[in-house]
């Protein structure tokens, strides 16, 4: 890996007791169960900035865990996502106590108007000065669509029609409502904004009938940093069109590098350049001031973690329901209408139930880097130089203990290796991560909705070209 490339950090996180890494909420160190309060959350977020990392990545779902065993008796023993918090009332209180860090918001499509979701966004990045990213998702999971009084959700491809339309309608919202230069805050001749620079947007599609004006003015992003973790061929060409940080987990470098090499692929089909989109990988880190502590403290969280509720999190993910198989017996796949990726990567592997046990020693489904600094730093730099992703989705495991000892230990060896940032740069979530712009490069599909004064002549012609092509 070339020294000067900078590996991202993002901190992985859920409004809730278990997110990735299950059971560790027994463990004596572990402050999960306080994540009621505000206080929790900005500790951590302190801690976060500290370390200088890029974001936190808040991820949630609409629903419940209930295809293990046909019920929730595992999710509720163990807290598997439930309860679960709203992620977004977080961030204004993480955002008071930091300058810089970045806030990865999820929040799923499928259950929220566009319209109002469009204000919410831009209140906060408003709020923040401009450090809101929004992941993504078009949800998975059966029971979200029943309690929201559906009979099933859409097929997995329809999903992605649907959030292709979704965008469209937030794109004309942020992008095009609002002309640079409309607020103008004159209180001499009474003028806050003018209205010839203000725009109504009407949009009749399949999905979405929307006549009004966005009720925001423009923030400082206007579109926040948009996220997008799906990896199946649907959502890598949704990825190509819109992503600009992608969030993968891969069980191994190959994998990783087979996911990277195709969305960088979908990004040149779309117009785009192929480092258009940052890509992280999904990982959890145990380590102490040498190799011996780091180990045995690895031993002391397996200790306490839950395979079987790591289980039931890859059930609802696949939607199989493991409980039904003997520990060696070969799984049915079958057709999945939940996270395509998740399913097809345990039927090409045939990992039997005994297989994913064993896989799940941690509680979750994420490698585990486990050793000194400097051990930890080799492999970072491993996944960064074998792989071409970008950086890395860190999971808690005891909290605020694994935060506190990345920071201490992994990031100052990193500093002195000259891949990861001594201080952080100005200006908004997206121009941190990307050096460029507070607001999208034209070349993104986005771009091809601002109006004038969004930029020159040739970078609206540029935007509609990269608009067309994915069309």
């Known amino acids: 890996m070339s020294a000067s490339k900078q590996i991202l950090l993002n901190a992985f996180n859920m409004n809730c007791v278990g997110h990735i890494n299950h059971g560790l909420w027994t463990h004596p160190r572990d402050e999960s169960t306080s994540y009621l309060s505000i206080e929790h959350w900005t500790g ?31 999710t509720l023993r163990e807290s598997i996502q439930l309860p679960v918090n709203d992620p977004m009332l977080l961030v204004s209180a993480m955002a008071a106590v930091t300058q810089h860090l970045g806030f990865g918001v999820t929040v799923n499509l499928g259950y929220e108007l566009p319209y109002l979701l469009a204000r919410r966004f ?9 450090r809101v990213g929004w992941n993504i998702v078009t949800g998975y999971l059966d029971s979200a669509a029943r309690a929201m009084g559906l009979s099933e959700q859409l097929p997995h491809d329809e999903r992605y029609d649907r959030a292709d339309e979704y965008l469209e309608v937030l794109y004309k919202l942020w992008e095009g409502s609002w002309e640079d230069g409309a607020v103008r805050r004159d209180k001499a001749t009474r003028i806050y904004a003018d209205p010839a620079r203000v725009h109504r947007v009407q949009h009749h599609g399949r999905y979405y009938q929307v006549d009004g004006y966005h009720l925001a003015e423009p923030s400082p992003q206007r579109t926040p940093v948009l996220f997008q973790a799906g990896s199946s ?40 350049r192929p480092d258009d989109v940052k890509v992280f990988v999904g990982a959890a880190v145990v380590t102490d001031s040498n190799e011996r502590l780091a180990r045995e403290k690895y031993e002391d969280y397996k200790r306490h973690a839950s395979r079987e509720a790591g289980l039931a999190h890859f059930a609802a993910s696949t939607g199989v329901d493991y409980s039904r198989y003997d520990l060696d017996a070969p799984i049915a796949y079958g057709q999945a209408n939940a996270i395509q990726s998740a399913a097809r990567t345990a039927e090409q592997r045939g990992w039997t139930r005994r297989q994913l046990l064993e896989l799940f020693e941690l509680g979750g489904r994420y490698p585990a880097i486990v050793g000194s600094a400097a051990q930890v730093a080799d492999e970072l730099q491993s996944w960064i130089a074998e792989t071409g992703v970008d950086g890395f989705n860190l999971s808690r495991t005891v909290v605020p203990e694994s935060y506190e000892d990345f920071v201490d230990l992994v990031v100052p060896e990193l500093q002195q290796r000259g891949v990861y940032k001594t201080a952080y740069a100005p200006g908004t979530l997206r121009s ?5 712009a507070d607001r999208l490069p034209a070349r993104h599909v986005g771009a091809s909705f601002r109006r004038t004064g969004a930029g020159t002549a040739e970078a609206r012609e540029a935007a509609a070209s990269a608009a067309a092509s994915v069309a």
Do not use: M, W
């Open 44 to 74: 951590i977020a302190r801690t976060l900035e500290r370390g200088l990392f890029d974001g936190l990545f808040i991820a949630d779902i609409v629903g419940v865990y209930d295809v293990y065993r046909g019920n929730v008796d595992v």
């Open 122 to 130: 831009s209140t906060l990045d408003h709020l923040t000065r401009g």
């Open 233 to 272: 061929g649907r959502g890598q060409r949704f990825a190509g069109r819109h992503a600009e940080c992608v969030f993968i987990s891969p069980p191994d470098k190959a994998a990783a590098k087979k996911s990277v090499d195709a969305l960088r692929a979908q990004l040149v089909a779309a117009g785009r």
């Open 432 to 436: 941190k991560l990307f050096g460029e």
